[in-house]
């Protein structure tokens, strides 16, 4: 069985990423998306692109980066109206 895309947004600190196509399927988000249990929903993970598999932090120190493949979010996602009640793990409808 496939893994479900990982939902990313890109920021300010987070981790490590840089696009490779036998990466980790992921999509960019800035809101929860609906986990394909189809109830559960998961906050995307913060991350900034660097450019490659090792990169130096601002203090010049290495550190390893996870390769990405970035994709179109899945169809079956939900759409975040802003208006719902999320506590970044818990959803309550």
């Not at 609906?34 to 991350?47: E, F, I, R």
Request: glycine fraction near 12%; hydrophobic fraction near 35%.
């Amino acid at each position: 069985m496939a893994k479900q895309p990982l939902g990313i947004t890109v920021g300010e600190g987070g981790v490590g990423v840089y696009e490779h196509e036998s990466g980790i399927e992921t999509f960019q988000t800035d809101t929860p998306y609906l986990l394909t249990d189809g109830v559960s929903l998961a906050a995307p993970l913060l991350v900034h692109f660097v450019d490659g598999p090792v990169f130096f932090d601002s203090y010049g120190n290495p550190q390893a980066a996870i390769p990405v493949r970035v994709t179109t979010p899945p169809v079956d996602g939900i759409t975040w109206d802003n208006n719902t009640p999320w506590d970044g793990g818990t959803f309550w409808s």
